[in-house]
């Protein structure tokens, strides 16, 4: 019987000391909406940065050098050739020309055809973004799934000073795998899963089988820090008065973790993920490189030797547009998760 | 509860969008094969192509992987034989002189939409290749310099082909991918034949049914096709229904795959050729694919005008010390400045400096040169490395610079200041003395010639002049003997190795290369 009067106390104690949970930013009123003056700043920020990225993205794409008429031309070219591609392909007019007519095909949703290809810089991204969104958000997800209940799990048997061993192993593997670098994990996953054991495809994006090993090789570095990560904030939160008070009401474990420690973890780890997400879309090349797995990170690097202007400016113009909604989107939910975040400084 | 009702919600968006997307990529393709990739298909041949195609144009293909997928997509008028001996393609019989050609063209070919393989069209597909306007890199290669007169006559069946000078090696520039002969409706639209989107086009034995950028490209067999060529020993097995080219494959990643199962026929590195090496399933055919060599800048203020310190680089470089650096010692030696497999080439090492490095220290000790070089010879450029160190070695300090391709042939081409010396890759798909003796004694570069050395050599264009107006081998091969000779004691070059273009095939699959030319079209499955 006495059960429902220590839950409700259980409540009361727990959500007045739970960060945020039923007041505004720092004591202010909800009156003050801070959603919407969080929206102002943040769509200001975002325009900002989209339009720094449209500058920057233009303009130092033809600092790469060689020149793209005599890449686009090949062995043997004439000069004369090659000073026609130079024309064609728009290179003699003035730089501020160039961007001229880049900006005005942004507002048409035109990033150009490609200088090597014959095909549209839109039509590149479209065919190939999928790829790597896939192997970034499936890497996430596990990086996710994995990391948070291990960091956890870690934290709560190491609380307190205890299983020492297991705080050290702990340490010591993620330390590890963290530091091993993409490529040597990659390739090791690939001569034991394909090579040697022969269960799944060495690389290819034939099936879906292939996509186990490119997700795994890159998640592991990223599982590995943030598995670290919530191992120390588990073990700062379990030390938090809220929680030895919740301890010595003796909630179930699962209650007590899932409903209380974990909300609290996760402001760290979301705001981690979202960068690692961001650096997953942009920087997969390496991983794509050891799977053979079609993605933009691949793409990039061609288009850089083939000095393909309009698609190397079309893939960082997509991928720092991306980068940039996903910060917005882990604010988003920060701010859900906790409205203190609404006040402070943004993630990008 | 709010927080975990959104924290819910989103990763079960995010897992939703992770589904989808995998329905837009890797759901949308059939497994075909291997060990780990399901059942292996009997009618289909993966391969791999280094990039994706620039252009479905045969006539305007300037990389290999544009030469590989045109030989699919448009037969040519000549061919060339297990020997290296000419073959009917298109055309059933030839005639020529050193100064013009006729082709008898076979009566039972069309196109992909059925509109039948006349001289008309034969001589309007060839005229544009050979147009100017058509910026093309090969036309001089095959039709020598000037503008030639092509004509078809239908009634005779046949197509003539009038030289602005003599060429006398005009049919084997005929059995060039480029020369591919492209039909109305691809000419009547060029940027549909340029994205490979007009089936009507296509005149060879495949049409093009799925492009996708980066990802793969699907080629489908014509059931009409009937114009293939007649070998003196018919090929083995039969072509593939579909051949599946994936591109911008790594090659270590390729020889994974052709060991999992999961590719059939593919270029691989010379690294990996242990791998293979004994394996009874797997067949590996070396030929030499571009002529490596050490070209010195020989324009007004470059050292290398000097006789003698050509020489002496020449002597302390080392072909097997190359080999090993730049191609794990899978290179194939040159004796000349074009593989051994080119007729007219230099039958032995003769003429080639040799080593003496005591005697090129004392003349390179103190001396400083500007070397530009590719990071495409030799595992991230380690061709031009051994170059620097063999030269550091002798006393001589060289400043090397290393980039990619694209900046490579900026620089040589367009800025003659910046290097002294390089290491060129020469890669004569024509086969011929004449196309390598251009590009390093012939009109330089900024003057719209293709030798980016600049050393300009009036003896050899004659020498050429000569060998193509020979009317028959042995006048034509002592030119070339004797160009290839006085490039080799002026040390306008050194040569080191082909480097090789190793393709494993998996049990059950082969390819053919005649006269050291892979050559794409005779791909089939054996089992």
Known sequence: MTEPTMLSKEVQILESQTPGATKGPRGRALSLSPWADYALRRAGGVLLSVALLVVVTFFMVPLIPGDPAVAVAGADATTEQIEAIRNSLGLNDPLYIQFFHYVGGLFTGDLGESFAYSTSVSQIIATKLPFTAELAVLGIILVLLVSVPAGMLVGILTRGGRKKWLDVSFGMLTGLFQAVPQYVVSTMLVVVFAIILKVLPAAGAASLSALILPVIGLSIAPICSIARVVRRETSTVLEQDYLRTARGWRLPSLRLYARHALPNLLTTALTLAGLILAGMLGGAIIVENVFNWPGLGREIVTAIVNKDYPVIQGIILVLGFLAIVLNLLVDIILGLIDPRTLGGKSNG | ?527
């Not at chain 2, 400043?399 to 290491?423: C, H, I, R, S, Y």
């Not at chain 2, 004691?489 to 699959?509: C, K, L, Y």
């Open chain 2, 1 to 527: 509860m709010q927080g975990r009702s959104t924290l819910m919600a989103a990763a079960a968006a995010a897992t939703a969008a992770a589904f989808l997307l995998t329905g837009c990529t890797t759901g949308g393709q059939s497994s075909t094969g291997g060990s780990t990739g399901g059942t292996m298909s009997t009618d289909t041949i993966r391969t791999a192509l280094n990039a994706d195609p620039t252009t479905f144009n045969a006539a305007k293909a300037n990389a290999k992987d544009d030469y590989e997928v045109a030989r699919f997509l448009f037969d040519t008028v000549v061919r060339r034989d297990a020997d290296g001996k000419f073959i009917g393609g298109l055309a059933t019989d030839w005639k020529n002189t050193a100064t013009e050609a006729t082709l008898t063209i076979r009566k039972d070919a069309a196109c992909a939409d059925g509109t039948a393989i006349t001289p008309t069209i034969v001589a309007k597909s060839l005229s544009y290749f050979a147009d100017p306007a058509t910026k093309n890199n090969f036309g001089k290669l095959v039709f020598g310099p000037g503008q030639p007169t092509i004509t078809g006559d239908d009634a005779a069946g046949t197509v003539d082909i009038k030289l602005a000078q003599p060429w006398s090696e005009l049919i084997g520039g005929l059995t060039l991918a480029q020369t591919g002969i492209i039909c109305p409706a691809g000419l009547a639209d060029l940027d549909g034949l340029a994205k490979g989107t007009v089936k009507g086009a296509f005149s060879g034995p495949y049409t093009l049914t799925k492009s996708s950028h980066g990802v793969s490209y699907d080629m489908t067999l014509r059931d009409d096709y009937k114009a293939w060529p007649t070998y003196s020993k018919p090929l083995e097995g039969t072509p593939a229904k579909t051949v599946r080219f994936f591109p911008g494959v790594n090659k270590t990643t390729v020889a994974n795959q052709l060991l999992t199962g999961e590719m059939d026929v593919s270029d691989i590195a010379p690294a990996d050729v242990q791998r293979f090496e004994g394996n009874k399933d797997y067949a590996v055919t070396t030929v030499p694919f571009a002529g490596i060599f050490l070209l010195f800048n020989q324009r007004e203020g470059s050292p290398f005008t000097d006789p003698a310190l050509r020489k002496a680089v020449a002597q302390l470089m080392n072909q097997q010390a190359f080999n090993a650096a730049a191609y794990a010692g899978k290179g194939i030696t040159y004796n000349s400045i074009v593989a051994p497999t080119v007729p007219c080439a230099l039958p032995d090492n003769s003429s080639l400096t040799k080593e003496d490095a005591e005697a090129a220290k004392a003349v390179l000790a103190g001396k400083t040169f500007k070397m530009v070089g590719t990071t495409s010879i030799g595992p991230n450029g380690a061709g031009s490395t051994y170059v620097q160190e063999a030269l550091r070695a002798a006393g001589a300090t060289v400043d090397l610079q290393l980039v990619d391709n694209g900046t490579w042939a900026t620089m040589t081409q367009t800025k003659p200041e910046t290097w002294d010396l390089t290491v060129q890759g020469d890669a004569n798909f024509v086969g011929t003395v004449a196309a390598s003796l251009t590009r390093i004694a012939g009109v330089p570069t900024e003057k719209g010639g293709r030798n980016i050395g600049g050393g300009e050599n009036a003896d050899i264009l004659a020498d050429i002049a000569t060998a193509q107006s020979a009317t028959d081998d042995k006048a034509r091969c002592e030119a070339y003997t004797k160009a290839q000779k006085s490039i080799l004691s002026d040390n306008d070059i050194v040569p080191f190795v082909g480097e090789p273009q190793i393709v494993a095939q998996r049990s059950g699959f082969s390819i053919q290369a005649p006269s050291g030319i892979v050559d794409y079209a005779t791909l089939r499955i054996t089992k």
